[in-house]
């Protein structure tokens, strides 16, 4: 059985990384201007630890006032430090995070409907994801937001984990993933004290015991203050 999951994934993961990287210097037609930011300024940070503005570690990037958060544009940044400065090297590494994205979502399927749920489900989902047009066209084209959604189910994973055996390290993981989250996206900042509002509202409705609730909720609240906090900030309603 596992050998013939592991046989199934692999086959899924392979589809994906075609889709998203074949040819991939080529399409999407065109270098637009923000993977070529994301390529020379990573590299430029991970380099000489400043911003080409002399700002120390920057968490974002402002290239007009937009406040860029910096996650992808390391990225980018690493893979042409790796490669040498090329459209290739700009995009592969989220293109790399969109294929491997596929086995997050196989793992979501199962946490959500139960270890015990038939596999082929959560195969379905998986294979799916590797070829949703929107998916791949995006992974594609350096979208920061492939990232954040990756590591926000990452976290939601991770966390489904720390509710089912209490594990620390499953708590860690989780708080880690959907930390890094907002420095990839600023949409996900408020979308994940929302994701994890539906975490509970799944607990409190299906019957979870008081100590699982008191834990969802101080975790719901504290990233809903996180979020306000970034709100708040001159930066933290940036694009």
Not at 144 to 154: N, R, Y
Request: glycine share 10%; hydrophobic share 55%; proline share 3%.
């Amino acid at each position: 059985m596992r050998t013939k999951t592991f046989l199934i994934l692999g086959f899924i993961f392979a589809l994906a990384l075609f889709l998203r990287a074949f040819i991939l210097s080529d399409v999407p037609y065109g270098f637009h201007s923000d993977e070529v930011v994301a390529g020379y300024e990573g590299a430029f940070i991970l380099r000489n630890g400043i911003d080409t503005y002399g700002n120390f570690l920057p968490l974002y990037f402002d290239k007009f006032g937009d406040f860029r958060p910096i996650g992808s544009i390391l990225i980018s940044g690493f893979f042409n430090l790796v490669f040498g400065p090329s459209v290739f090297a700009a995009r592969i590494g989220i293109s790399l995070i969109g294929a491997f994205f596929v086995f997050v979502i196989y793992k979501l399927y199962l946490e959500i409907y139960g270890r015990e749920a038939k596999r082929i489900g959560a195969s379905a989902a998986a294979f799916f994801v590797a070829i949703l047009p929107w998916h791949v066209a995006l992974s594609r084209s350096t979208q920061e937001s492939i990232v954040g959604m990756s590591t926000i189910c990452l976290g939601v994973v991770f966390l489904f984990g720390y509710l089912k055996t209490n594990g620390k390290n499953y708590l860690l993981l989780s708080l880690f993933f959907l930390v890094i989250s907002y420095f990839f996206y600023t949409a996900h900042r408020l979308l994940i004290p929302l994701v994890l509002s539906g975490v509970f509202l799944q607990y409190f409705v299906g019957g979870g015991g008081k100590k699982d609730l008191r834990k969802l909720g101080i975790i719901v609240a504290a990233f809903f203050v996180l979020f306000f906090v970034f709100l708040a900030s001159p930066w933290g309603s940036g694009r």
